[in-house]
């Protein structure tokens, strides 16, 4: 993405280089999409600038922005919109009901938390919406339509037709598809180059979680300290995982994090962790079906919200490495050199 973003500081950026800005948060589908969306505004003529990376005081305008309990990503959520508010030409908080999925009869919806980001926002900020794009979007759909679906709800509003929007879309596509294949061979290589021996661990989860070091509490730094070799489950590729014993699966993320449950079960010296969040819905049911996956492996759970102390994670972390080491038969540590793909 380097070149077609900006990441927002202290002072307005209404313009990059003559080109208007759009703001959106690095937060919820902002941790997935923004690979999608950075060359798809700079296509357009316009520079996408992103809110930092959460930090305390994000965290903190969000959870007191917040008008009811939610998880702890909707709340941070929260945070990078209203840091965002009269800093940028238009600001982009669109309703995104579903991702993209490769397999026939899946729908790949987001959960509900996602998919009314934009409204929530709005109620719990008071937001004036006429600098706002605020489409309703299903990427889930061919690029024709989710180009029409665009240009009639911003094209009047950015001054483009729906055939630069199409031309932009495909375009965005490829980058992101460049970007998920470069994923894949860091995923390939990080395996290949594991010590003989040595476990390796797979952290499923959602991009909100697994890529913000507030909400995972610098989760890949830990593994690295304790001397547990992982690696985030976007690198590796289990699209043709088979889940047809998990029928009409109706979470876009449930569906690949069971993929990667299920290709971790069946694959000697990888172990799962699971991130979670406190009040995740989706995956008060997904974790029954990602136990049954990991069958008789061991396997860890980890479910964290706002409080920010590592100490218990660590105790936590340090338990499941002991397990992990002699469920796999494993050198000892000293002889490992343990490593992290981010």
Excluded at 25 to 53: E, I, M, N
Excluded at 131 to 153: D, F, I, Y
Excluded at 322 to 327: G, K
């Amino acid at each position: 993405m380097e070149g077609v973003f900006e990441t927002l500081g202290d002072e307005p950026m209404t313009s990059v280089d003559g080109r208007p800005t759009v703001g959106m948060q690095r937060a919820l589908y902002g941790c997935q999409t923004s690979v999608l969306w950075a060359h798809f505004f700079d296509r357009l003529g316009f520079r996408l600038v992103l809110t930092p990376p959460t930090n305390p005081l994000i965290s903190k305008l969000g959870i007191e922005a917040v008008t009811a309990e939610t998880c702890y990503p909707v709340k941070v959520s929260l945070g990078h919109v209203k840091m965002l508010l009269g800093k940028t030409s238009l600001l982009f908080l669109p309703s995104i009901i579903s991702i993209e999925v490769k397999n026939p009869g899946e729908v790949g919806f987001f959960c509900p938390m996602v998919q009314g980001n934009s409204y929530i926002s709005r109620a719990a900020l008071d937001i004036d919406m006429s600098s706002v794009l605020n489409p309703v979007v299903h990427l889930n759909q061919g690029t024709g339509r989710l180009a029409q679906e665009l240009w009639e709800q911003t094209g009047r509003k950015i001054g483009v037709g729906k055939r630069t929007i199409e031309s932009a879309l495909l375009y965005a596509k490829e980058r992101e598809a460049d970007f998920t294949n470069d994923l894949i061979k860091t995923g390939r290589k990080f395996f290949e180059e594991l010590n003989a021996g040595s476990p390796g661990v797979i952290v499923t989860g959602r991009p909100y979680n697994l890529y913000d070091e507030r909400l995972n509490l610098r989760l890949g730094r830990s593994l690295s300290k304790i001397g547990l070799s992982a690696i985030p489950m976007d690198f590796v590729d289990c699209s043709n995982v088979d889940i047809s014993d998990f029928p009409s699966m109706y979470w876009g993320l449930g569906a690949r994090i069971l993929r990667t449950a299920k290709m971790i079960g069946g694959t000697n010296g990888i172990y799962g962790l699971h991130l979670t969040n406190f009040g995740c819905g989706a995956d008060s049911f997904l974790e029954h079906f990602y136990k049954y996956c990991m069958g008789e492996k061991p396997y860890l759970i980890l479910e964290l919200d706002e409080h920010s102390g590592v100490a218990g994670v660590m105790t936590r972390l340090e338990a499941f490495k002991n397990v992990v080491y002699n469920s796999a038969g494993a050198v000892p540590e000293q002889e490992q050199e343990p490593r992290f793909a981010n």
